[in-house]
């Protein structure tokens, strides 16, 4: 590896098992001696801690598709800034889950606003920080429903809209094949955990 750590962006729609890969992901690399910082987005820091609330939980006044976006990049300018550039120049690997293709398949794709200015807004507030490699877990969007906890806003979607997000993902993944890696996360949980960490270990020359 570089002195200058990488990123790895975990993505997916509802349910597809981010956080569990990251998790898992994060203790295998940790006890092969590598530097390892998990965090997640919205939330990472604590003014993303704030975003995250007003983004998930105001069933009563949610934001529109613009001030949604907008909030999402400004946790991730503050993410990038706080965190992820940091423990990149101190050679870490940064594990997230969701990074930019989720704004772009969420607001982009999900919510129907324009790909370019969702794209171009998204390249400001990271700051030129990309991901390395990108693990999209994907699976149907009925696996993904039955199997979320909690009751944020997103949720409670239509079905249409989760689809939607699922093609949009896809379309990145089509788009930047060479920085993905699709993982089907309807498998046995062994297979997918095999999967992901052969991608994550590839990326980092660990093979």
Same mark, same amino acid.
């Given at each position: *590896?570089?002195?200058?750590?990488?990123?790895?962006?975990?993505?997916?729609?509802?349910?597809?098992?981010?956080?569990?890969?990251?998790?898992?992901?994060?203790?295998?690399?940790?006890?092969? $001696?590598?530097?390892?910082?998990?965090?997640?987005?919205?939330?990472?820091?604590?003014?993303?801690?704030?975003?995250?609330?007003?983004?998930?939980?105001?069933?009563?006044?949610?934001?529109?598709?613009?001030?949604?976006?907008?909030?999402?990049?400004?946790?991730?300018?503050?993410?990038?800034?706080?965190?992820?550039?940091?423990?990149?120049?101190?050679?870490?690997?940064?594990?997230?889950?969701?990074?930019?293709?989720?704004?772009?398949?969420?607001?982009?794709? $999900?919510?129907?606003?324009?790909?370019? *200015?969702?794209?171009?807004?998204?390249?400001?507030?990271?700051?030129? @920080?990309?991901?390395?490699?990108? @693990?999209?877990?994907? /699976?149907?969007?009925?696996?993904?429903?039955? +199997? @979320?906890?909690?009751?944020?806003?997103?949720?409670?979607?239509?079905?249409?809209?989760?689809?939607?997000?699922?093609?949009?993902?896809?379309?990145?993944?089509?788009?930047?094949?060479?920085?993905? /890696?699709?993982?089907?996360?309807?498998?046995?949980?062994? +297979? @997918?955990?095999?999967?992901?960490?052969?991608?994550?270990?590839?990326?980092?020359?660990?093979?």
């Amino acid at each position: *590896m570089a002195d200058r750590g990488r990123l790895i962006a975990f993505e997916g729609g509802e349910g597809a098992g981010k956080s569990t890969q990251v998790r898992g992901v994060a203790a295998a690399l940790r006890e092969r $001696g590598v530097a390892v910082l998990e965090t997640h987005e919205p939330g990472g820091t604590p003014l993303g801690a704030e975003m995250r609330r007003l983004l998930m939980h105001l069933p009563d006044t949610p934001p529109t598709p613009l001030a949604e976006l907008l909030l999402y990049l400004a946790d991730r300018a503050q993410h990038v800034t706080q965190l992820i550039a940091p423990a990149l120049a101190g050679g870490q690997v940064v594990l997230t889950d969701r990074f930019s293709a989720s704004t772009i398949a969420y607001q982009g794709y $999900g919510r129907g606003l324009d790909l370019g *200015m969702v794209t171009r807004l998204d390249a400001i507030a990271r700051q030129g @920080v990309s991901p390395a490699l990108t @693990v999209l877990l994907d /699976c149907p969007v009925d696996v993904g429903l039955r +199997r @979320v906890r909690g009751d944020d806003r997103f949720h409670r979607e239509e079905r249409t809209f989760h689809e939607r997000v699922r093609a949009g993902f896809l379309a990145l993944a089509r788009e930047d094949w060479d920085r993905y /890696c699709v993982v089907d996360a309807a498998a046995p949980p062994d +297979r @997918v955990q095999q999967e992901v960490f052969a991608a994550v270990t590839g990326c980092l020359n660990l093979d």
